[in-house]
């Protein structure tokens, strides 16, 4: 099967939720316009707000049932009326009853009534908060981490530090999620090298998972400079050997695309079947967990 | 391949001195990149600017900014403006004149000499360093009301040296509201300033704010910006002291710029407001400077 994707690196305006809705519309209209096949539009971690929004979370948050009709409406007025439904990926700040939350909505989005569909939220469970990072201070954090069925089968969302840990890839993959969709905002720190220091970061962080589970891995990154810090864009879509098939430029407004062959997850796990050996050794290594995660007298070990 | 008996071979890390003269050397082309996207960025994107307009001193950082605003947004759209008085060395003149021109970009010379001496006039128990907090405070009323002029926004030149050492007037050289150079060491300041073939007189010559007949930036320190760069930067990376001391640096430098750093951490604030509510801003009321 192959899977059409796109990652949109976009600039957002600061809390201008009118600006990015259009310029979400453009995008959707120059996609729909090129006459080639897309399945998936995979956007950043805050994309139409902005990440640094301190307490003016709570005034640019919605629900998600809210986000995905104005999403849907968009959808209904930038594309042709006969056109095939396209997924989306898209971190927003999500209100929820009572509570903020950091947020990632997969949904398709359709003219038609009965295709057009919420499949999933993930709520970012690690909210840095150090350094330039502020995120505990004003959003709840997720506690779900689970793959969700797709029209391209079982795929897994985080949200940007969520990638840094490398158990949360392994539990998507166990799960049987074929690919991972990263919403990532990363300012850019570390001039001293060839790239950008967090860029090569995440270059290795989305490589390491691809290859190691054998999946595709997708990031989308935010990019514009916000009070200074510019978000660094690089955003990269990586096949199953761990081969990064394209990569946006840092620091620029760009759409990247990719054909997926989701037959080569197969093809790579023959040649290298880690996940089925994790599979096999994980009722010891749950154990190994359990014991390691033991609350300890004397505080943590680490 | 090793033959028997033989003992093997040792390899060992390779261990850098903790003053290595490349500890802060920047990949100079990526951080011009970055530097002129920040500049259009915060100046068109976010603020409906198209033109720049910078106090010209004929020092190596505001001419830094020139060149990085004349390449972000094109040399027609970058205004200059000399600020001399009348006990400024000449020599800063001309350096300002050589960056104009270099540049192609406008230039007006505004003489601050009335404004500052007829507020001195009646002032004249005024030393050496009042008169400079006067002199770079009057050259923010110019650059500002220019501003207006030109419909252009001011560019500010202070380094992260500066910064960190307080060796800045409050108010003054730090209120333009945008500043490419503020993450910026000195040293890095003139990395870049020859990466992009400043004019060597400016970058080759000691740095000095020109308040004072013959005064220089590292005579009023005591320590070359090297070290000073140095030692700060291990400091605000959460090195402690006695690392430093054990690693080669000298105990009288260390406090030197500990203490400089200390004691000015007020002058990296806005003003300190009393707190009466759960509505205090900047306390509880939280919003980012673009929302």
Redesign the interface.
């Known amino acids: 099967m192959e899977w059409h994707v796109a990652v949109a690196q976009l600039?957002p305006?600061?809390?201008d939720y009118g600006y990015a809705l259009g310029h979400l519309g453009e995008t959707l209209g120059q996609l729909d316009g090129a006459n080639e096949p897309l399945d998936v539009l995979v956007l950043p971690e805050m994309a139409l707000t902005?990440y640094?929004?301190?307490?003016?979370i709570a005034e640019v948050a919605r629900s998600t049932e809210q986000f995905f009709a104005e999403l849907t409406a968009l959808f209904r007025q930038a594309t042709r009326a006969g056109r095939p439904p396209i997924d989306i990926v898209v971190g927003f700040p999500e209100r929820r009853e009572s509570r903020l939350f950091n947020s990632v909505l997969y949904a398709t989005l359709s003219h038609r009534q009965e295709e057009s569909r919420i499949h999933h939220v993930h709520r970012k469970i690690f909210l840095p908060t150090y350094g330039v990072f502020d995120e505990k201070r004003y959003v709840n954090r997720g506690r779900g981490l689970a793959p969700f069925e797709t029209r391209a089968g079982l795929a897994g969302m985080l949200i940007c530090e969520d990638a840094w840990h490398t158990i949360t890839g392994t539990i998507l993959a166990l799960g049987g999620a074929r690919i991972v969709y990263i919403p990532v905002a990363s300012p850019?720190r570390g001039?001293?090298?060839?790239?950008?220091a967090n860029v090569g970061r995440w270059h290795r962080l989305a490589q390491s998972m691809a290859e190691e589970h054998a999946i595709f891995v997708v990031t989308a990154n935010l990019v514009?400079?916000?009070?200074?810090k510019?978000f660094i864009g690089g955003s990269v879509i990586v096949n199953p050997l761990g081969e990064i098939l394209v990569e946006g430029p840092m620091?620029e407004e760009c759409l990247i695309r990719a054909t997926l062959d989701l037959e080569e997850i197969a093809i790579a796990r023959a040649g290298l079947p880690l996940l089925g050996d994790l599979e096999s050794q994980l009722p010891d290594l749950v154990h190994a967990l359990a014991q390691a995660a033991e609350p300890h007298p004397e505080g943590p070990r680490s | 391949m090793t033959a028997p008996g033989e003992p093997l071979p040792v390899l060992r890390a390779r261990s850098r001195p903790p003053d290595a003269p490349d500890l802060l050397r920047l990949n100079p082309q990526l951080t011009t990149r970055w530097l002129e996207e920040f500049l259009r960025h915060e100046m068109r994107f976010r603020r409906g600017f198209q033109r720049a307009v910078i106090g010209i001193s004929g020092g190596v950082d505001s001419a830094l900014v020139a060149y990085l605003c004349a390449r972000a947004l094109g040399p027609e759209n970058v205004v200059g403006v000399r600020m001399p008085y009348r006990t400024s060395n000449p020599e800063s003149l001309a350096h300002g004149r050589l960056v104009t021109e270099r540049l192609g970009i406008e230039e007006h010379t505004i003489d601050i000499s009335p404004m500052v001496d007829g507020y001195l006039a009646n002032q004249p128990d005024a030393d050496g360093r009042r008169r400079g907090n006067v002199m770079a405070r009057a050259r923010m009323i110019v650059l500002f009301d220019q501003s207006e002029r030109f419909r252009a926004l001011p560019i500010g030149t202070g380094n992260k040296s500066e910064r960190l050492l307080g060796y800045f007037t409050w108010h003054a050289d730090d209120s333009p509201p945008i500043n490419p150079l503020g993450d910026l060491f000195k040293t890095q300041v003139w990395q870049l300033a020859r990466y992009l073939e400043l004019p060597a007189e400016i970058v080759e010559k000691p740095a000095s704010a020109d308040l004072i007949v013959g005064q220089t930036d590292e005579a009023d320190f005591g320590i070359a910006y090297a070290r000073a760069d140095q030692i700060l930067h291990y400091l605000l990376s959460g090195y402690p002291v006695d690392w430093l001391l054990r690693h080669g640096f000298t105990a009288s430098d260390v406090a030197l710029v500990k203490r400089r750093l200390d004691g000015t951490h007020w002058k990296r604030h806005l003003s300190t407001f009393a707190m009466l509510s759960s509505t205090s801003i900047h306390d509880y009321y939280l919003r980012p400077v673009d929302y």
């Open positions: 600039r305006k600061k809390g902005g640094f929004l301190q307490g003016g850019a001039f001293e090298g060839e790239v950008v514009g400079f916000e009070g200074g510019g620091g």
